[in-house]
């Protein structure tokens, strides 16, 4: 069997059991999206503030726009002839805004979480890391040499003997986690991870905050704020492309890990950096989200009626977030689900492995502050 034919053998093995993905032809409209020339309202964004549909917003800054301020590419990686005046105005911004010694700004948050991680652990390196941590941080942990065990989801009693059994066997230890879990919308408990990392000398904590940023804390800064612990989270990682309705990623630290990063992080020092153009509106964006409390509180409402109307019906439902999983099972009836909920104009995916785990494939509900009351209820109904 040829090379090719064991990859068409491998896709139709995927579309057997209901797990083959394609990308989705779309047009975007707004909060709405047309398929297959069906309107539906979006509840997969990652747009959590409703930024992105905003062409307000989108006017203003064009506004600020000129010939000579409109630079498309940076042509070349920081360190090379990519570093622009404004990549350093919206890391001073970001520090300002989280108290923190340095920020530092990548392309992504897969860059951020492939690059850190191996940049900052070695063979004498411990790495504990939730059982639910995303993909990026799977992969950064693959690449690194460091020794990595996956603690159970949220178990922080297995994860204090881990400690306590290991951590003077190893140089340094790394806690990874998220602050919010992309797919089932729950929270680490920060306050006792900052308590464990205190116990010991040699405990580093990183911590991944794409789906609270912008979202979470009275200035939308995340769960470290919304705990008080910001300077506690040696690695506080977070993106643009979701609620900050740009692209990139950053981290806030300490001037010395900052400095670090610049010298080690592969996916920093060897990729073209983001347009500048792409950079100003970031910080434009940035400058307006600590003022957007009525729609982190409006989201806030959506997702609790949501929850508790799942919830109500028997459905298990680990979230206390706006990402609300309904859980289904096989994959094959997550599909069957997506598309009733689609003919009904919401448009919902299922998340089928190797995503999540067998047997907990599930509609992901990801809303934004752009999805009213009524359109929640009106969900609801289609669900019961």
């Known amino acids: 069997m040829s090379v090719i034919e064991q990859m068409q053998q491998e896709l139709q093995t995927l579309k057997e059991h209901s797990n083959l993905r394609q990308l989705p032809q779309m047009v975007h409209d707004g909060r709405e999206v047309v398929v297959n020339g069906q309107r539906m309202l979006n509840l997969s964004s990652n747009d959590y503030l409703g ?11 064009l506004q600020t726009l000129t010939p000579d301020s409109f630079l498309p590419t940076s042509s ?14 919206l890391e001073a911004e970001l520090a300002t805004q989280f108290g923190t010694e340095a920020a530092l700004v990548f392309n992504s948050g897969y860059h951020a979480n492939t690059g850190i991680i191996p940049a900052v652990s070695h063979a004498r390196t411990l790495i504990l890391a939730d059982k639910l941590v ?17 603690y159970r989801h949220n178990d922080l009693n297995q994860l204090e003997r881990l400690l306590k059994e290991h951590h003077s066997s190893y140089q340094q230890i790394l806690i990874v986690t998220e602050s919010i879990f992309s797919m089932d919308g729950d929270l680490a408990d920060l306050p006792s991870l900052v308590h464990l990392k205190h116990a010991y000398d040699n405990v580093l904590l990183y911590v991944d905050e794409a789906h609270a940023f912008g979202i979470r804390g009275a200035h939308g800064l995340g769960c470290a704020e919304e ?13 643009f492309g979701k609620a900050g309705t740009s692209a990139g990623a950053y981290i806030v630290c300490s001037r010395v890990i900052r400095e670090y990063l610049v010298n080690r992080m592969r996916t ?46 028997g459905y298990s439902c680990p979230s206390v977030s706006h990402i609300v999983p309904l859980m289904v099972g096989s994959s094959a009836n997550a599909v069957v689900r997506a598309k009733e909920l689609q003919r009904h104009g919401f448009y919902a995916l299922p998340v089928r492995p190797p995503t999540v785990p067998e047997g907990t494939s599930r509609i992901r509900f990801s809303l934004t502050a752009e999805v009213s009351e009524e359109e929640i209820r009106a969900l609801i109904s289609c669900i019961v």
């Open 76 to 89: 070349s990686s920081r360190l090379l002839t990519g570093n622009f005046s404004i990549y350093e105005e």
């Open 268 to 313: 920093l020092i060897f990729t073209t950096a983001l347009p500048p153009v792409n950079v100003a509106w970031t910080l434009f964006v940035l400058r307006r989200i600590p003022e957007m409390k009525e729609p982190r509180k409006h989201l806030d409402k959506i997702s609790r009626i949501l929850r508790e109307a799942l919830q109500a019906q």
């Open 134 to 150: 995303h993909a990026s941080l799977i992969d950064g942990i693959r690449l690194s040499t460091a020794r990595c065990i996956r």
């Open 51 to 61: 930024l992105a549909a905003n062409k307000e917003i989108r006017a203003e800054f």
């Open 227 to 239: 705990a008080g612990c910001i300077r506690d989270i040696d690695f506080l990682v977070g993106t």
